[in-house]
């Protein structure tokens, strides 16, 4: 098929190369931006005389038809369009005629598909930044429903001390408003427009660019034509963000794997977000969880496809940079669909209360109370630490709780403790006690609570 492009050749392209170089069936996902992008190109084309304003006119109708067809049906490409900007000017010709040809003017698709890339960027960006919202508020709506639930609070895996499940649940809050932020960050150097560097030096057609800027609702123009070309920062940056908010939705998601199996039994996962196993009828798997878990490699995968892309490209543009969209594509549509997941995944849990209590009987998450209660009768802490240690031990070898222990039991221990010890080496008090700006007492987990409703307004 005759290429836009092919003046200068003798004779056609290789009919397997032609398909091996298209990137035609993943670049439909920019026909939209790439429309819109050619509408304020030719409008500025127009008001600045480089084409007639009677033939700008003309481009636009045919532009405008395009984008309605495209909202409406889709794009109709053919196997030979190279890519989505070779497609679009072969339907416009098609549409409005020789004048057509006049659209590509003081333009190259080398700051052409860097503009596609951005607008669709900073559409997706603002959709991401809303499910991270969304799935904060579910966050906090979880966290409020379940306010006063006391777990086990882990490190190491192993029990350490009681925490209130809604203190747990505002730790995510807390990362996803990192990774918000992050974005709104990224977004600064998205929301850059870079048409008008041409193929690599600029134009010498006077052109406005601060007129498509406006026209397309950016802030601020590109300042170099070679780095305008050749940057995928922008790309790399959202992709980079999305690793790091991937990586926290893989460890709620590792923790609800956890804490809904049989060993923990904490939480429990509604049907409606489970599946059974073809085998063994017994089966309930945390698939939800388990996908978003392993999606998380993916965006990984992505942020490495790019960054091996760009390593040591020589300046400025390179056709390498056409891979770029796979990887960019599949991060979007991963976290989109991974963070509208999450929340029903959080939407669908229940705790386990009973198990709870049971477990925090069990385990010695309050020793560091008893600890802290003979520092404030006087003893230094690495003292009481270590005496502790021989309540425990001693707990351990007669088969015993620390809430089995009686007061004069602890008093053999030492003669700093008073009847009341027998208060503090509860998980409620325990949890009680954390009052200290940013730990997990109940008035501090309300003030938590009441802040992030407030930012999320
Ligand atoms: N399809 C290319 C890309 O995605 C843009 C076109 C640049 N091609 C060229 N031969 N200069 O990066």
Redesign the pocket.
């Given at each position: 098929m005759k290429k836009l492009w092919d003046g200068r050749f003798k004779s056609g392209l290789d009919p397997f190369i032609e398909k091996f170089s298209s990137?035609m069936s993943i670049?439909v996902k920019l026909a939209k931006y790439d429309i819109q992008g050619s509408i304020a190109h030719v409008k500025m084309l127009g008001k600045v005389n480089i084409i007639s304003k009677n033939d700008a006119k003309k481009i636009l109708h045919g532009l405008e038809e395009i984008l309605q067809e495209v909202s409406s049906r889709g794009l109709k490409y053919t196997p030979a369009d190279?890519?989505i900007?070779m497609a679009i000017e072969r339907i416009l010709v098609e549409k409005a005629g020789k004048v057509g040809n006049k659209l590509h003017t003081a333009r190259?698709?080398?700051d052409?598909?860097a503009l596609d890339e951005r607008l669709y960027l900073r559409s997706e960006l603002k959709e991401v930044s809303e499910l991270i919202k969304k799935l904060q508020a579910t966050v906090v709506n979880t966290a409020q429903k379940n306010i006063d639930i006391v777990i086990p609070g882990l490190t190491h895996m192993q029990h350490a001390q009681p925490v209130l499940f809604s203190h747990y649940l505002m730790a995510y809050f807390n990362m996803l408003n990192r990774d918000r932020n992050r974005l709104k960050d990224c977004l600064k150097r998205v929301n850059i427009m870079p048409l008008g560097a041409g193929?690599i030096a600029g134009t010498s057609f006077p052109i406005d660019r601060e007129y498509v800027a406006k026209l397309l609702s950016f802030p601020a123009i590109t300042e170099n034509s070679m780095d305008t070309v050749s940057d995928r920062d922008f790309i790399l940056e959202f992709v980079s963000c999305s690793a790091i908010l991937m990586m926290h939705l893989s460890r709620l998601c590792e923790d609800i794997v956890i804490y809904s199996s049989e060993e923990f039994g904490y939480v429990e996962l509604d049907d409606s977000i489970c599946t059974g196993s073809s085998m063994m009828p017994q089966k309930k798997n945390p698939d939800v969880a388990e996908l978003i878990r392993g999606k998380t490699s993916r965006v990984y995968g992505s942020l490495m496809t790019l960054l091996s892309l760009m390593k040591s490209l020589p300046l400025s543009?390179n056709?390498d940079?056409?891979e770029d969209?796979p990887a960019l594509f599949d991060a979007v549509e991963t976290v989109k669909a991974c963070l509208k997941a999450g929340a029903k995944l959080l939407e669908n849990m229940k705790l386990n209360k009973k198990r709870l209590e049971y477990v925090l009987i069990r385990d010695f998450s309050c020793a560091t109370e008893v600890a802290d209660y003979l520092v404030r009768q006087g003893m230094a802490f690495r003292d009481a630490h270590k005496l502790v240690g021989g309540i425990v031990r001693h707990c351990i070898d007669n088969k015993k709780h620390l809430s089995d222990l009686t007061y004069l039991e602890f008093k053999t221990f030492s003669n700093l403790f008073s009847k009341n010890i027998l208060d503090f080496a509860s998980p409620n008090s325990s949890v009680k006690s954390k009052s200290s700006p940013g730990g997990t007492c109940l008035e501090n987990v309300k003030t938590q609570i009441e802040k992030a409703k407030s930012l999320l307004k």
């Open positions: 990137s670049d190279e890519d900007h190259s698709r080398n052409q598909i193929a543009y056709r940079m056409q969209k």
